[in-house]
């Protein structure tokens, strides 16, 4: 990449349908091709892929719970502290992440995967709700 | 994303290809409903050209699973991408389904008394 020391910021908004989000993971993908060495490549993306889109679908779902909406997501990625952090915005209900219960995974429950999975894949996750809006930051370091 | 579903003796096979998650798996679950309604429910869902699966698409596997299982059949897996793969051992799903890296291997599987009936 030609800016290897700097952050590089992308912003894009979309409907909070699932019909749109394979564009959120097919940018993500664009972007992440661009990192050089990126280890297991394959599987770094998948992850923070998957970790993304499942925040979508928990803000299409219960977020905006079938109402028109929009979700506006900020990607930054800094090739200098290799990380990649994205925040994503909505103005549904807000969620109270401390409340989730863990998914018993020895039960092979039929829901509960989706944060789990957010939590596991991310290195950091944080939420917040405020009065414009609820705010999801992930973070990945690209090691 | 596209499905295709076979019959190989009392094996249903559904062959998927493309993205398996909130906004493609509608189908996929109204699928199983249809093969569970009747017994044995013996399904295999190759996996092989799918390159993403997300939560929704493992609560609609794992709900056909449980549901096959009830009715004396099972849902097996194969030909599971690595990625795709990996996330089945995060969520020790692996550990739950019976998964092969080959749809003769999986079909076969279900035994004689399944494939001669």
Redesign the interface.
């Known amino acids: 990449m030609d800016q290897a020391n700097h952050s590089i910021d992308f912003r894009f908004e979309i409907p909070a349908t699932?019909?749109y989000?394979?564009v959120v993971?097919n940018s993500l993908t664009a972007i992440l091709e661009q990192v050089d060495d990126l280890p297991e490549r394959?599987?770094l993306?998948?992850?923070i892929?998957?970790a993304v889109?499942?925040v979508c679908?928990n803000i299409?779902?219960h977020a905006y719970a079938g109402n028109d909406g929009k979700i506006k997501i900020d990607v930054c990625l800094n090739e200098q502290s290799r990380s990649l952090r994205v925040d994503l915005y909505d103005t549904g209900q807000p969620f109270d992440l401390i409340e989730v219960t863990p998914?018993d995974?020895?039960e092979?429950?039929?829901?509960g995967?989706?944060l789990?999975?957010v939590q596991?894949?991310m290195d950091e996750v944080t939420y917040k709700s405020g009065q414009e809006n609820n705010h999801w930051c992930l973070t990945k370091h690209l090691l | 994303m596209e499905l295709k579903t076979r019959q190989v003796n009392d094996v249903a096979v559904l062959e998927l290809e493309g993205?398996f998650?909130?906004?493609t798996a509608a189908p996929v679950r109204d699928i199983f409903q249809e093969i569970t309604s009747q017994e044995p429910a013996c399904i295999v869902v190759n996996l092989a050209n799918v390159h993403?699966v997300?939560?929704?698409a493992?609560?609609a596997l794992?709900?056909g699973?449980?549901r096959s299982r009830q009715l004396g059949g099972d849902l097996r897996l194969c030909n599971l991408q690595?990625?795709?793969r990996?996330?089945f051992e995060?969520?020790?799903?692996d550990?739950?389904f019976e998964i092969f890296t080959g749809e003769a291997e999986a079909v076969q599987a279900f035994g004689p008394q399944v494939e001669s009936r």
């Open positions: 699932f019909k989000l394979n993971s394959a599987n993306t998948y992850n892929v998957l889109h499942e679908t299409v779902e998914p995974l020895d092979a429950p039929i829901r995967y989706g789990f999975l596991e894949l | 993205r998650d909130a906004h993403f997300d939560s929704t493992l609560s794992v709900a699973m449980k690595p990625p795709v990996m996330i995060l969520t020790r799903l550990r739950a």
